[in-house]
Structures are given as C-alpha cells and as structure tokens.
C-alpha cells in the first residue's frame, strides 16, 4: 500500500500534467507573433544626402594685355591678400611707350604754355603793328586825295594809296584773328589744349598699361588653380590663376525632389567629410532652389556652416550631409514594418485583442527608415503585431520583444556607428 507522502506526489504530477494538457489545447491553432508594446518615445527624421563645398564667388584671373609671363608668385592652396601680386609680365615695352607718351604730353603743354605766354604777346604786337600800318596808309590816301585834287599828282598814285590801305586793313584783320585765336576760348588754344588732353590720356593708357603686367589678387582668396609657367605668352581672355574668393563657405547639394516637403529653411543639419569622419560640422539649411532641374529630378539646396571652416576644407570637396527634418521629445511611435497600407492612401496596424489579432486604423505622422509616429488610433500600452501575412481574426500566440528607434545623440542628430560616419535616423537619400 502507497505511503500518504507517496500519493501526495502523484497528486502534484497529475495536476502539472493536466495543466499542460489544457495549455496545449488552449495554444493549439494559436500562430506566433512578435509584438511590440506602444509607448511614448523620442523620435527624430532626417534626411541624408551628398554635397559639395562651394564658396561664394569663384573667378578665373587673367591678362588684359598680351606680354610673356616674367614670373608666377603663388601656387595652388595658397591664401592671397586682395592686391597681391599673382603673376608679372615682362614691363620694358610698357615702360618705353609709357616714356614716349610722357614726352608727348609735356610737347603739348609747353606748345599750350607758349601759346597762353609769348604767343599771346607776339600776336598783340602784330596786331598793334598791322593796326598802325592801316593808319599810316589811310592818312597817305588821304594827301594822295588832297593832291590830286590840286593836280599836283596824277591820279594813279591815288589808286596806289587806295590799294595800300587795303592791304594794311586785310594784314590788320589777320592780326585780330590771330590776337583772338590766342586767347583761351580761341582756336588754337582750344586746339592746343585738345591735344594735351589726348597727349594726357595717352600717358594714362601707357601707365595703366605698365600697371596691367603686374596681374593681382581682386580680394583675399585662395589658389585654386595655377595654369601659367614663367616664359609664356599670354593672351587677353586666357585664364591664368583659378581663386576661390573669401566669404562665407557653402555646402550646395542636389536633393531629389521627392524629399522637397520636408525641407525647410532654417533647419539644423551636421555635415562629415568622408576623410575626416570624426569631424562633424554644424550647419543650417540657408536657401532652397525655387525651380527644380527638370533633367536630374533635384533641386539646389544651399547650407551654411555655423562656424569658421577648417583648413581640410576644399574647393568642390565631397560631404555627406544629415539634415533634421523633424524630432519629438516623447510621441507613440510603432515599427515601420507594422503598418499595413489601405485604400486611398489609409494605413493600419494589427493589435492583440482578447488573443486575436484585430485591425486598427492609424493617422501617423513623422517617418524614420524603422519607426513612425502615431497621431491617433492606439494608446500608450497597447501591443502592435508584427508577423507579416497574420489576417485579421487570427488567434495569436504573442512573444514580446524590447523595440525602439535608432538611437540618436542628445542633441538630435543621428548618432553615429563605425564605418558609418552618417548612419541613424535617416528618412532618405537625396541624389
């Protein structure tokens, strides 16, 4: 006969057995299914594309006069002062016809000089001079007159008398006109003062010429490019020196215009050059594009350093830009691949409900590449289902799991991982 002890056990084992057997009936025709409780989460979408640096203004330098190259005083990377001398042309031609034009222009003044001085005074003197030729010659036409008249001449000296005060009146007339052509409204101080000026304007033309084999910075810049060589001829409108001008540095990058919605002036952003990853830049989107490049399907989005650039910096320079289109500090959030897409663009979610997985319409908001955001239809505790092909009805076995978005650092931008200097909460990739 058993012992009371020994029955006491059997007792235990069955009701375990009997347990299990219930358990097993109840979970059969049940299908697994992950689930994730929703809770309030922070949330962060960004958006990530390439770019390039650009400065502000770029400018190729060139020569205004044709000259070979005498020498070239920068090379490539080189940081320059606005009025530095970039490249010098050969100056002995410049200076020669610079000479010749200094003494055309000192002939001119002193013919311009002569002409207001001894000029003047000689024409004055011719003048009063004709003047008194004129009276004498009248004063003799007059005895000649007298005479004739008393017939003590013939009347042949009167015509001489009369053709000498023409002569004296013509010559007293060209002194006048002289007298007055030196004055300074007369013709020929007008001329000589005419000439000067041209003579002036060519001296400036030879200086500013001379100046132009000096060939200079326009403003602080850097050297971008170098395409000249000591010993070169060069010609006006051949590029020498490529600058890239100093002012602010801009990141420019071509965005697909699928992503234009969520792009704002004003946003925060962080930029990495691709071989310097550790070197993270803060950045600001500074202009959207009004019009889309209808060849690439993108459009130009500008973004402006929050702080001086560093010297790895460079012209044209690859980045890859991550820029924050939109953060919660706290708001239900699923897992993207619970939702269930509906007619006319209506989305969905599979909860547990009594043990069996039930359709609830959702309205969602903010989109990561693994989370979404829930506006309305689930509350904070609920379970969403995340086995694919579950249909609505089906009884359910659930296996919790521990979810949440990518992490993100505290100051919103994604958090990065190694070997993925950009990697986080990224929404997409502009082209």
């Avoid at 060939?215 to 060589?229: G, H, M």
């Avoid at 540095?249 to 969520?262: G, K």
């Avoid at 209808?294 to 991550?322: C, H, N, W, Y």
């Avoid at 609505?392 to 990065?416: F, K, N, S």
Wanted: no cysteine; proline share 5%; aromatic share 2%.
């Amino acid at each position: 006969m058993p012992l009371p002890g020994l029955r006491w056990w059997w007792a235990v084992v069955g009701l375990v057995a009997v347990a299990a057997v219930a358990a097993l009936l109840v979970l059969r025709g049940r299908v697994a299914s992950e689930a994730v409780t929703v809770r309030p989460l922070p949330l962060v979408q960004t958006l990530q594309f390439s770019a390039r640096v650009a400065t502000l203004s770029r400018v190729d330098v060139g020569s205004t006069i044709t000259g070979r190259v005498a020498g070239v005083l920068v090379r490539e990377g080189d940081r320059v002062r606005a009025g530095q001398v970039l490249v010098r042309l050969e100056p002995e031609e410049a200076r020669a016809a610079l000479a010749q034009a200094q003494a055309a222009e000192q002939q001119a003044l002193s013919r311009l000089s002569g002409l207001r001085s001894t000029g003047r005074l000689a024409a004055r003197a011719q003048l009063d001079q004709a003047e008194a030729t004129l009276f004498a010659a009248q004063a003799e036409l007059k005895r000649a007159q007298q005479l004739v008249a008393q017939g003590f001449v013939s009347a042949s000296r009167l015509d001489d008398a009369r053709r000498a005060v023409e002569v004296a009146r013509g010559q007293r007339d060209a002194a006048a006109a002289q007298a007055r052509a030196n004055t300074d409204q007369g013709t020929d101080v007008r001329q000589a003062q005419a000439q000067l000026e041209a003579a002036r304007a060519a001296t400036e033309a030879a200086r500013v010429r001379l100046v132009q084999t000096r060939i200079e910075a326009p403003s602080d810049a850097r050297v971008l490019t170098r395409l000249v060589e000591p010993g070169q001829i060069v010609q006006p409108g051949k590029a020498l020196i490529g600058l890239a001008l100093a002012g602010p540095t801009q990141v420019v990058a071509q965005v697909d215009e699928r992503f234009l919605q969520q792009l704002r002036v004003g946003q925060s952003a962080s930029v990495l050059a691709d071989a310097f990853p550790q070197q993270r830049l803060a950045a600001r989107v500074l202009s959207i594009a009004p019009e889309v490049d209808a060849q690439r399907g993108a459009i130009e989005v500008k973004l402006a350093l929050q702080a001086p650039p560093p010297e790895f910096l460079r012209e044209d320079m690859t980045l890859s830009v991550e820029v924050v289109t939109g953060s919660r500090d706290r708001t239900l959030v699923v897992p993207a691949q619970a939702l269930r897409p509906g007619p006319a663009g209506a989305e969905s979610v599979l909860v547990a409900d009594d043990g069996r997985a039930a359709v609830r319409p959702v309205r969602t908001g903010l989109r990561t590449l693994d989370a979404v955001e829930v506006l309305d239809g689930l509350r904070a505790g609920e379970q969403v289902l995340l086995a694919s092909g579950l249909q609505p009805g089906t009884r359910v076995r659930l296996r919790a799991i521990d979810w949440q978005p990518a992490r993100t650092t505290p100051a919103g931008v994604a958090a990065t991982r190694p070997g993925d200097p950009m990697s986080g909460v990224t929404q997409g990739f502009g082209r």
